[in-house]
DNA sequence: CTAATAGTGTCTCTGAGACACTATCTA
DNA sequence: TAGATAGTGTCTCAGAGACACTATTAG
């Protein structure tokens, strides 16, 4: 193996969505150390020796949330030549998705003041993070379009109005609910269930599920 | 920095694709060395110290066909968790187009015996990258469908009929002569030239340009 | 003129958008 | 019954597909 090739340390940043009364969020951390002192940044992690890029990612949404989830997508890469004398850093991002219904753990694991932030309050991040945010944003839209992903934001039955109101946020449009009907049933792989929603002062909607 | 980080040796893997004679191909090596000794398999290389990834993925370009590029593209990563005792590698994936009047050289700047095999024809290749050619090549789908990148594959002047053909080969379908202008018309941001195509036996087809 | 491909007119069909209607629940 | 949202019927419009037509060149 040839001597002047890179050894590098790899990092992988974490861009955690989660839609939370009806609004999309993203988990940002307070940094408590210079650079960028103070303000919010992506949560993210060295890969250990032992560790697939993907298990760093899991956990490293572990460490901020508490939680486990089953929606994890790598989207890129950042490689900076680094004058560090600590060596070269690669950065590498992924995406999570947390479902509405994820209880939160109060006590994070670690001690970071990491919270959810609408992603349209988000304001200067640490480092290029506002850049990383958006290439991630319009990788899930993109996404999104190709798969059934959105159902990672959903709880296991939920109706036709939530699903459309969890498209419209991802897309940030609306739709019509008559078309949107059509829409799904053609499109997506939902089920009706004989369950209908409960606690509600008016006709109750059926439940559904992806299949 | 903790103890226990990995130190990565990152390669890049080409894919790269170039549309001869109205086939898509895409560049192979053969193995001289086990394991797959004799099979077929991606150009890579390692990244020195210095380099960008995209430098490397434009080297491993120039070192196999002896042209640059001005389309290469990430699309995804591999990780394995080697116990080489030279460490580990982290592979980045990259895919690269030639438009069809590269005249490649014939004498190669390494002795790699390199050749352009349809896409169509490809057999079984080393390790997994028959997978890595696969996802380059849905991804490339997906990616035309958001820009102009048809583009890199043709020559800078050419017929409507020839960009048919370029799209009916990438998508593998085939389109209507009628619809087929109309939509490009519509999406693409070609025009007319008052140069005609020659040496055809019959009416002879306007050239057009990208803009 | 003929042969061949370039380039256009226009009908159909499908699916998104718009909007009004009926259905079914609680209070 | 009133109020509210669930769920459906159907018209319109834009764009893809199909197909036949006219245009223009070489020989």
Redesign the pocket.
Known sequence: MPKDIAQANITIDVVIFNIINYQLHILLVQRATPPYHGFHSLPWWFVKRDEQLQQTATKVLYRETGVFCDYIQSFGIFDEVYRDPRGRIISIWYYAILDDTTIIPQSWVTQDRASFIPIKMIGTLAFDHNSIVQKAYEQLQKDIQWSDIIKHFLPPYF???QLKKYCEIIYNRS?????F???IS??FTIKKTTQ?EQ????????LYRFV
């Open positions: 109706t036709i109005d739709f019509e609910k008559r078309n009907t059509k829409f053609k499109n209908k606690y509600v002062a008016h006709r109750p909607a059926s």
